[in-house]
């Protein structure tokens, strides 16, 4: 076990209920995140302590907000946030991990293989280069991956209509939201609102900023163009990878 991987904490008792049979599932990524992931540079050290909490329980407690059987695209994955605790607490849903980086894509990878999760797939790819190329979804999420006005121009030409799109953020929600509520309205947002989720099983309760579009997500024709050109210069790299 490597030095940070010593600094797990004891596993909180919600874990159980948020995981259910998948439980061991999540004790063994809180591990390999420990582990491999900060030996890999792609979770810093001083997180471990508090992996439970604030990424493992906080991440999870999504699927307050996530309807039934969906698809769903977490953008900007990274070493699977909040991508794979969804997938682990919620087994109906069928999620793309959309990650840029090669390093974190095999990182991802491995997890989806070692934890044996058959509704995953992950991609490597930028959001923006991948409207009109992956399968539209009905939600989004996304975490620490950009401002929500920038971070909404990447997630919201992904949905189909009426989806969409769940921001992790912190604090800061209601001004973020706020300050983005034009652009949101340019890009076909057509109801947006700040909620908390996992009320009551974990302390403080995660924010999430909801964004939905209407019909015809706005703007989606000319982001899918822009995607177009932006993939015949630089090719989407590596292999969309299905695990049945
Ligand atoms: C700060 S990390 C957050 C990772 C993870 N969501 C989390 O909460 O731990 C931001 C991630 O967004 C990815 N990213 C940056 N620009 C992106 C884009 N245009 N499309 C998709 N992902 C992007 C980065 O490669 C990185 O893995």
Redesign the pocket.
């Known amino acids: 076990m490597s030095e940070a991987a010593a600094e797990l904490p004891p596993v909180p008792e919600q874990a159980r209920e948020v995981f259910g049979d998948r439980f061991a599932d999540a004790v063994r990524y809180a591990e390999l995140l420990a582990d491999a992931g900060v030996g890999r540079g792609?979770?810093g050290p001083r997180e471990v302590p508090r992996l439970w909490e604030r990424?493992l329980l906080n991440?999870a407690v999504l699927s307050d907000v996530v309807p039934e059987g969906i698809a769903v695209c977490?953008?900007?994955?990274?070493?699977?946030?909040?991508?794979i605790p969804l997938a682990l607490a919620r087994g109906d849903l069928h999620i793309t991990l959309?990650?840029?980086?090669l390093r974190?894509t095999i990182f991802l990878e491995e997890i989806v293989d070692v934890l044996g999760l058959d509704n995953v797939t992950v991609v490597r790819?930028?959001?923006?280069?991948?409207i009109g190329y992956l399968p539209p979804v009905e939600v989004v999420t996304?975490?620490?991956?950009?401002p929500l006005d920038r971070l909404a121009g990447?997630g919201l030409p992904l949905l189909r209509p009426h989806g969409e799109m769940l921001a992790?953020k912190g604090d800061t929600a209601e001004e973020e939201l706020k300050a983005a509520r034009a652009a949101l309205g340019r890009l076909g947002a057509v109801d947006s609102c700040v909620v908390q989720a996992g009320v009551g099983l974990v302390d403080p309760p995660s924010t999430v900023v909801r964004v939905r579009v209407g019909e015809s997500p706005g703007g989606v024709r000319a982001a899918a163009r822009r995607a177009r050109a932006a993939r015949a210069n630089r090719p989407v790299r590596g292999a969309t990878r299905r695990h049945r």
């Not at 959309?98 to 980086?101: D, G, Q």
């Open positions: 792609l979770i990424h991440c977490d953008v900007g994955s990274g070493a699977g946030l909040p991508g959309l990650e840029p980086l974190r790819g930028r959001a923006e280069e991948m996304a975490r620490a991956v950009a990447w992790l």
